[in-house]
Each structure stands twice: as C-alpha cells, then as structure tokens.
C-alpha cells in the first residue's frame, strides 16, 4: 500500500511539475490574443514579425526585470536558439507588472538587451493578462501548438513562485511531442 500511496504522489508531483493540463484548463491561441500580442507595443526595435504568428508553435512569456528565475529563463531560451536555431517556436516576451517594485526603466533596458534577438518583447496589458487567465506571478510560460492549442504551462500562479522556469531540455522535449 505504501508503494501505491509514493506512487501516486511521485505521479501527481511529476504532472505539476511538467504543467499537465486537463482539457477544460487549456488556454487557446485565438484570434483574439494574436491580435493582442500582435499590436502591443514592442519594448526593443527590430526583432521578429508577430504577423504570422500561429504557423508554428508559440511560447508566450511573461517576466520582470526584477525577477532573478525570469533572467535564468532567458538564458535557457538563448542556449535553445544557440542550438536548436530560431526557426522552431516563435518566442514572445511579455513585460508583467513592472512598476510593481518602483524599479527604474534603465534595469529593464538592460535586461531587454540581454535577451536573444530573435525573441519579441512585448509590453504587457490588463487586457492581454486577462487573455491568459489572469497571471498573477513570474514567470509564468505558455506554449501552444501550431494549431493554437496550449499544450504546456508553468508558472503564473498564486502561491510560491520563483522557483520554476522554463529550461532548454524541456522546451526540447515538449517541442519533440508536438512536433
């Protein structure tokens, strides 16, 4: 009984840990959230074209410049461009609640420059936040197929945070699974 009691929870742990989603949970890439993330104001010059957002899969991020786990995150995504090139997943940066802690623009003009090129950065909106279902910590990840069906989540919950963030080896993998 014990070994079916560990087992169990070894499987519920591993289900959280990986953002398992119960259908009724999931999250769509509609028309609607392209259109938000697709019109709100970029925070760098240049990087990619959101217009034709939705041909492969989308990884949505939302992060704080103040947040230690969300600039780890970052240099995950960069390992994963290095490696895997920019053509795999289109990758967007969310900017969340910044004025929150009254840091100044010039530490999120530094972290903006230390994140790869090929990623979007977005400023972040009530109603884009509302498009996700309300984030209410960082990071908080989203990855949804090409279809626009999300097939991951990690993060952006109430409750501990920060100790979570989104590697290379896993988005590989999910990336693996959905094709």
């Not at 392209?34 to 991020?61: E, I, N, Y």
């Not at 984030?135 to 197929?145: Q, T």
């Amino acid at each position: 009984m014990r070994l079916f009691t560990l087992a169990a929870a070894l499987m519920i742990g591993l289900t959280a840990l990986t953002g398992s989603l119960a259908a009724q949970d999931r999250l769509s890439l509609d028309a609607a959230t392209k259109a938000q993330l697709v019109s709100a104001t970029k925070l760098r010059a240049g990087g990619p074209d959101l217009g034709g957002l939705g041909q492969r899969p989308v990884l949505v991020t939302f992060f704080a410049s103040w947040c230690p786990p969300c600039a780890a995150e970052f240099a995950q995504l960069a390992e994963f461009i290095a490696e895997e090139g920019e053509t795999e997943v289109d990758i967007i940066a969310v900017n969340w609640i910044e004025g929150l802690t009254g840091q100044s623009n010039a530490r999120l003009a530094r972290m903006i420059n230390r994140i790869h090129p090929s990623i979007a950065v977005i400023e972040g909106s009530d109603a884009l936040d509302d498009r996700f279902g309300g984030v209410f910590s960082v990071p908080a990840v989203y990855l949804f197929d090409a279809s626009g069906t999300e097939v991951f989540r990690l993060g952006g919950d109430r409750g501990p945070h920060g100790r979570h963030f989104l590697r290379k080896q896993q988005l590989k993998a999910l990336l693996g699974k959905i094709g």
